[in-house]
């Protein structure tokens, strides 16, 4: 740490009060605690410290504390439990040092590396962790460490003066929300769109809008959403990556958009590419594509893949796949690479062009098996490699983006900026085929900000990749929020 003099002042610091709510338990309690209140039966809390308290007034980077306490079930029966913090407040600034650590014996709940304790801006309840069970006749003894790590290289003064307080609960325990269960429970406005003639900028915390996809209800974000980030997944190098919450799926799933290595990043993209190596031909807007001369061709026996998918599938093999991850991606979520068309003269306008640019009508149907790219053949023609693919242009359109226009509030990062600085990015969606180009549709970077538009498909530009994740994956902590992004639980099964 830079600044040797920083003293962190905590506010009302960590006070364990244990709570049980069951009417039939009764209560038996071991060391002097502070403001103990708990209501159950045979079901034993033990401070094992002699002193419930977190009682420091001052925290250093370099601080550490651990607390302990015991939980005896004399009853007859397991019980569930969960660790809870309630009214926890933590303005700290900083992410990675700021961290607390809970380990048991007996099968409780254990962690098996330090993790940042959740920031809350308002006091607001926090579950560390969900459903803990602790069978009759067993003890459990755990230990709580928490700790400021001091780091020489950094300026860790943005913490100065920031404030941490919350009460340690054990309550009944109850099933851990997935991730879409959270993210509709946080979000308190859903409302629908009947015109998307004009760009949505409006300040959109806590709503979300509605939709349908193959006839079910979808949700997704609009306009100048802040609290739709979700830290997801490391990439090579162990870094963690951010994501954008698009929508949600028809089949339940949640669907992310790239968005690098920070919710500050102006380099959101994976990398560059050109859309396909190849334009000359009707085929190359296709993402993956069989024979050349026609759509039809192109639909048949799709074996071929794109440039810019080639591209993301080695991205994706390096860095989510390697590090673990495609168990939580859904194989059934639909990445429409829309080829149905109208011809006028010499010109052929693909689906998105003529529902985008004239009639102003987004969908999230895809109309043709060939175009609906996915993973598993159940709901789609199942040629994907990697459950991973691209944003489409209707996507944009629904987030509050429009043909030609200047957009710039609903892609850009917490800094209020470009997330990809200058750099255009391509979506999914054809666009036209002029009879020896083709287009597929693109967003423009800072020099025209969040405009829809289309590019020539031989041109190189940026990479986000979209995935969607699965409608069984837990939620674990945060509320979207640039600060707290939600985060998922890491299991054996993906779910």
Same mark, same amino acid.
């Given at each position: ?190 409302? +629908? ?28 974000? @609009? ?60 085929? %190359? ?36 796949? @390697? ?17 149905? %068309? ?24 895809? @109309? ?51 997330? +990809? ?75």
């Amino acid at each position: 740490m830079k600044n040797k003099q920083l003293t962190l002042v905590v506010v009302s610091l960590l006070v364990v009060v244990l709570s049980v709510s069951l009417a039939w338990f009764t209560t038996q309690i071991i060391g002097k605690g502070k403001d103990v209140s708990v209501t159950s039966a045979n079901l034993q809390i033990v401070f094992t410290d002699s002193d419930g308290a977190l009682t420091e007034t001052d925290i250093e980077p370099g601080w550490q504390k651990t607390k302990t306490f015991t939980i005896k079930n004399d009853t007859k029966t397991e019980y569930k439990y969960n660790i809870v913090i309630k009214d926890l407040l933590n303005t700290f600034v900083t992410e990675g040092y700021l961290q607390y650590k809970i380990t048991s014996t007996n099968d409780g709940y254990n962690m098996t590396e330090f993790k940042d304790i959740p920031k809350s801006s308002t006091p607001k309840d926090t579950i560390l962790a969900y459903s803990v069970v602790i069978p009759n006749g067993v003890t459990q003894s755990y230990t709580i460490e928490f700790k400021y790590a001091n780091d020489e290289s950094v300026d860790q003064s943005v913490d100065m003066n920031k404030k941490l307080s919350g009460t340690l609960f054990i309550t009944e325990g109850t099933e851990q929300p997935t991730l879409l269960i959270q993210l509709l429970a946080d979000k308190s406005t859903v409302l +629908t769109r009947t015109d998307f003639s004009t760009v949505l900028t409006d300040n959109n915390t806590n709503t979300l809008y509605t939709s349908t996809e193959d006839s079910k209800t979808v949700y997704y974000f @609009a306009g100048n959403a802040t609290d739709n980030w979700v830290k997801f997944g490391k990439n090579a190098s162990n870094q963690d990556l951010y994501w954008r919450i698009i929508r949600t799926n028809s089949d339940g799933s949640v669907r992310l958009l790239y968005h690098g290595t920070s919710t500050t990043a102006t380099d959101a993209y994976i990398g560059t590419s050109q859309f396909n190596s190849s334009y000359n031909n009707i085929a %190359y807007v296709s993402y993956m594509y069989g024979n050349l001369g026609s759509v039809a061709n192109a639909r048949t026996n799709q074996t071929n893949s794109s440039t810019i998918k080639t591209t993301i599938d080695n991205w994706y093999t390096s860095n989510l796949e @390697a590090k673990g991850y495609t168990k939580y991606l859904s194989t059934t979520a639909v990445y429409c690479n829309d080829r149905t %068309y109208t011809v006028s003269g010499n010109d052929t306008y693909f689906g998105a062009y003529t529902r985008l640019k004239t009639n102003k009508t987004p969908t999230y149907d895809c @109309a043709t098996t060939e175009d609906k790219f996915t993973a598993d053949s159940s709901t789609g023609n199942g040629k994907l490699t990697y459950p991973i693919a691209l944003m489409t242009a209707d996507e944009v359109s629904f987030a509050g983006g429009l043909y030609g226009t200047n957009a710039p509030t609903w892609y850009y990062n917490s800094a209020n900026g470009s997330s +990809t600085g200058k750099t255009t990015w391509w979506l999914l969606s054809p666009n036209y085929w002029g009879g020896s180009y083709t287009y597929v549709f693109s967003v423009y970077g800072s020099s025209d900000p969040g405009n829809l538009g289309g590019n020539d498909i031989h041109d190189t530009y940026g990479v986000r990749p979209a995935l969607s994740l699965k409608s069984c994956v837990k939620y674990s902590s945060g509320d979207g929020s640039a600060s707290d992004p939600y985060t998922i639980k890491e299991t054996t099964s993906g779910c």
